[in-house]
């Protein structure tokens, strides 16, 4: 089984600073993490993924996260944060091997508010 | 080209009563997962298609929910009867490859229940 924990149902920042939106998982086989984003009235739209290599990863919009294997974290960042970066950020995973086989775990999701 | 399309968008029904969401994929797409967010909670897996066959349904919660993948194309996803606590938001996703890797989901149908 597989689970992913977002640690911040909500963060508020300002406009132009910095964020970091968190995310760690559990799995007992190998994992793809994801990052997907759910502007207003829209969608799921995927961010940025990591499958292997490097475990920087850089998504659209100027997002990057870091797959930290030793401490299962897949923790979203962003250097300078827009007014139209205002969603809801799901962390997922999905796995495959042990009978699993690619469904998407997702995170309860991450509010991110920038204000003015 | 055109991405993942649900229909409708916002369903509101009373309790007892029947819906189906449809969901059209991305052309060519072989594989096609339904996903529900309950309100509050995490958007959970409820199936996956491979073309026109189940390949996963692992996360149906009871016998009132129905899938059916017509030749391969557009899903649809019936709940009968319906109940309280089916109400939140309905995904659909599509993808080229089995591993879903490169997932696209639609908009989404929420569902209300009264």
């Known amino acids: 089984a597989q689970s992913v924990t977002q640690l911040d149902s909500q963060v508020p920042v300002f406009e132009e600073a910095p964020v970091e939106l968190r995310c760690n998982y559990s799995s007992s086989v190998s994992v793809y993490l994801f990052w997907y984003v759910q502007y207003p009235n829209q969608g799921l739209q995927l961010l940025l993924k990591?499958?292997?290599?490097s475990t920087l990863v850089k998504g659209i919009n100027g997002f990057e996260a870091e797959f930290n294997k030793s401490q299962t974290s897949f923790h979203l960042r962003k250097p300078s944060v827009h007014i139209s970066d205002t969603a809801e950020y799901f962390c997922a995973v999905s796995s495959w091997g042990g009978g699993s086989n690619y469904k998407l775990t997702f995170g309860k999701g991450t509010l991110l508010t920038v204000n003015p | 080209e055109a991405g993942v399309t649900q229909f409708p968008s916002h369903s509101v029904i009373e309790k007892g009563q029947t819906v189906t969401l449809r969901c059209d994929p991305i052309?060519?797409?072989?594989?096609l997962y339904w996903y529900r967010r309950v309100m509050g909670k995490e958007i959970k897996f409820l199936l996956h298609?491979?073309?026109?066959?189940?390949?996963?349904e692992s996360g149906m919660p009871n016998n009132r929910f129905l899938a059916e993948r017509t030749g391969g194309t557009y899903s649809t996803l019936k709940v009968q009867p319906a109940e309280l606590e089916d109400s939140g938001v309905y995904f659909c996703a599509s993808s080229q490859d089995l591993t879903g890797v490169e997932a696209f989901f639609g908009q989404g149908t929420r569902l209300t229940v009264v």
């Open positions: 990591y499958l292997s290599g």
């Open positions: 298609f491979v073309k026109e066959s189940k390949q996963d």
């Open positions: 052309s060519g797409h072989d594989n």
